[in-house]
């Protein structure tokens, strides 16, 4: 299995700075790599209609994915 390097930015205190941290994953191809380090990582749920007025309230603004990576 081939070794990755994935690296992540992590907001840190001060406003839209972010600090890089690198890790090696072994894994049989990329994308299994990437899961595994977002299931330590990220936390993802559907957005309620509360959470979405909180969110947008407090200057949240929509993001929208591309279709392709």
Known sequence: MPDYRITVSVPVATDKQFEKIERLVR????????????????QIERCSADDLIRLTKAGVEIEVASEQP
Request: aromatic share 0%; charged share 30%; glycine share 0%.
């Open 27 to 42: 894994a049989k191809n990329e994308a299994r790599a990437i899961a595994h380090v977002v299931k330590d990582t990220v």
